[in-house]
């Protein structure tokens, strides 16, 4: 469990912002994958991302194709719903935030310098993602000279934070709200 009944609130929002950095920090870390949940009109459209980053301000980066279903949606509607599983720890966090396609900036520029060449392939297909092809390998074919063109940085401000904490003895359940730059906590019934 990452928490218990007997943890402050002040405990838990201590332990949920540290395994939201090791997602990041650590490739093995449960938090590392996160379903990113964004509105197509008013269908919600929900995928796997790699959570790249998380600052001192809460602050979380996703890596895209510029091209991408989601790039398009985040910019006509920002809101969007990250949703991460703890499997052993049986804890779930959901984050309700605001997107921001971070481009052209020294910010885009020093993550794109910071993945390795292999991952920097991932942009570079000719082909736009959901480009409909006749066989798979039509797919794969990519430009030679490595671009950042097609790189895309997501940063995500949290705007609410909600954990889920499986237990036989009885469910936790805690909200943080965001109000004017600070985190209230609340405990509700799961
Ligand atoms: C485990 C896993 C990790 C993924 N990580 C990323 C990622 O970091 N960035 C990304 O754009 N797509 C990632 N994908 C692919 C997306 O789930 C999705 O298929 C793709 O981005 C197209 O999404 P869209 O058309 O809804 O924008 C990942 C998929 C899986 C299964």
């Not at 002040?10 to 990041?24: P, Q, R, T, Y």
């Not at 006509?76 to 779930?92: D, G, I, T």
């Amino acid at each position: 469990m990452l928490f218990t009944a007997s943890s402050s609130q002040k405990e838990v929002w201590s332990i949920i912002k540290n395994h939201l950095h090791l997602g990041a920090s650590d490739p093995k870390h449960p938090f590392h994958f996160v379903n990113l949940c964004t509105l197509d009109g008013d269908q919600p459209d929900s995928r796997y991302v790699v959570l790249r980053e998380v600052n001192a301000a809460l602050q979380l980066f996703i890596y895209t194709d510029s091209r991408s279903e989601k790039i398009a949606q985040i910019n006509k509607n920002p809101n969007v719903s990250l949703l991460f599983y703890h499997a052993e720890e049986r804890c779930q966090v959901k984050i309700n935030g605001k997107a921001n396609i971070v481009s052209n900036t020294e910010i885009h520029k020093e993550h794109w310098k910071s993945i390795q060449k292999d991952a920097q392939k991932g942009y570079q297909s000719i082909l736009a993602p959901k480009t409909t092809v006749s066989r798979p390998e039509e797919g794969w074919e990519q430009k030679s000279d490595f671009q950042s063109k097609n790189f895309s940085v997501i940063s995500i401000l949290p705007d609410q934070i909600e954990c889920l904490q499986l237990d036989r003895r009885g469910h936790l359940r805690i909200a943080f709200d965001k109000v004017k730059n600070n985190w209230i906590p609340a405990w509700l019934v799961p």
